[in-house]
């Protein structure tokens, strides 16, 4: 019964929001289809300014791994990380996250078809990519698109971040579900 509903509830739960928001629209006398088209000329209009700070990031995060830096850097903090229970595999993803959201994707997926979900790489690789975020991309890429120059703090404080959510993502799966 209780599986049904929310069957129910998800399969329903977009239909009705969207005849909510036409009903709502309609009641307030507003043209939905002009209104439709300003935000999707605005979504272009941004899509087009963001633009050259998607390219700038890709092409770094390109040269970094295509140079061999990726490596040479994961290589240099293995020693110091396995004691703390981060395999090596592991660290190009730890690497790669706060650059490119989809780099690191990519990167789990290849740690859980070649370790398999339930290893202890798996998981960790898993609750790293659920637990942290793509601080230098949200910084050129949004940042860049409202135009803010000056990022203050906000690098300090996202890598911070970034670091605080790899930390306690080791400590939690060693603790919930072992090293296996």
Do not use: N
């Amino acid at each position: 019964m209780f599986l049904a509903v929310v069957d129910a509830v998800s399969r329903w739960s977009i239909p009705v929001l969207f005849a909510g928001v036409l009903l709502y629209a309609l009641h307030r006398k507003v043209d939905v289809y002009t209104v439709f088209l300003d935000g999707a000329r605005q979504g272009v209009d941004m899509s087009v300014k963001i633009l050259p700070y998607v390219v700038a990031i890709f092409a770094a995060l390109g040269i970094f791994r295509d140079s061999g830096a990726m490596d040479l850097l994961a290589k240099v903090l293995a020693p110091v990380l396995r004691p703390a229970g981060v395999p090596a595999q592991v660290l190009p993803l730890m690497l790669i996250r706060p650059l490119s959201g989809s780099g690191a994707l990519a990167i789990t997926a290849e740690l859980l078809h070649r370790a398999g979900p339930d290893s202890y790489v798996g998981r960790l690789a898993s609750t790293l990519q659920g637990s942290t975020d793509t601080t230098f991309y949200i910084l050129s890429v949004y940042f860049g698109a409202v135009g803010v120059r000056r990022i203050r703090h906000s690098l300090t404080v996202g890598l911070l971040a970034d670091l605080t959510g790899f930390v306690l993502a080791v400590v939690f799966v060693r603790l919930l579900l072992g090293t296996q």
